[in-house]
Nanobody, 125 residues
Framework: VQLQASGGGLVQAGGSLRLSCAAS????????MGWFRQAPGKEREFVAA????????YYADSVKGRFTISRDNAENTMYLQMNGLRPEDTAVYYC???????????????????WGQGTLVTVSS
C-alpha cells in the first residue's frame, strides 16, 4: 500500500485547508485510517481517525470541532478538512492506514503499518 498526502500550505490564522490522502496498491475499504502531525522539536501526535465503516470518527481534543475527517472508499481517498486554523496547528501532517488495528489503539501511531510522506501545514498569526 502506498499513501500520498497532499493539500498542505501556508494559511493565515482562522483560515482553512483540506488535506487529501490517496491510497494505491490495495483497496483501503476495510482499513482504519488516521491523520497524525509532528511539529518541529515535538513528537508525532494523533489528530484524527476514521473507522472501517467510514462513519465512526475520533479526534484529538485540540482539533475537535475544527477538523473533520472523512473517506471516499470508491476513490481510495481520505480527507481532513481543517477550519479555524491556529498557529499551533503548524506541523507536518501524515496520513496512516492499518488493516488490523483495534479500537483501543486508534490513537497510537506505532500501531499503523502504512504511512504517507507528509505534507507541511504552516499557519501564520
Amino acid at each position: 500500500v502506498q499513501l500520498q498526502a497532499s493539500g498542505g500550505g501556508l494559511v493565515q490564522a482562522g483560515g482553512s485547508l483540506r488535506l487529501s490522502c490517496a491510497a494505491s496498491g490495495r483497496s483501503f475499504r476495510n482499513s482504519v485510517m488516521g491523520w497524525f502531525r509532528q511539529a518541529p522539536g515535538k513528537e508525532r501526535e494523533f489528530v484524527a481517525a476514521i473507522w472501517r465503516n467510514g462513519v465512526n470518527t475520533y479526534y484529538a481534543d485540540s482539533v475537535k470541532g475544527r477538523f473533520t475527517i472523512s473517506r471516499d472508499n470508491a476513490e481510495n481517498t481520505m480527507y481532513l478538512q481543517m477550519n479555524g486554523l491556529r498557529p499551533e496547528d503548524t506541523a507536518v501532517y501524515y496520513c496512516a492506514l492499518d488493516f488490523t488495528l483495534i479500537l483501543s489503539s486508534i490513537r497510537m501511531s506505532r500501531q499503523y503499518e502504512y504511512w504517507g510522506q507528509g505534507t507541511l501545514v504552516t499557519v501564520s498569526s
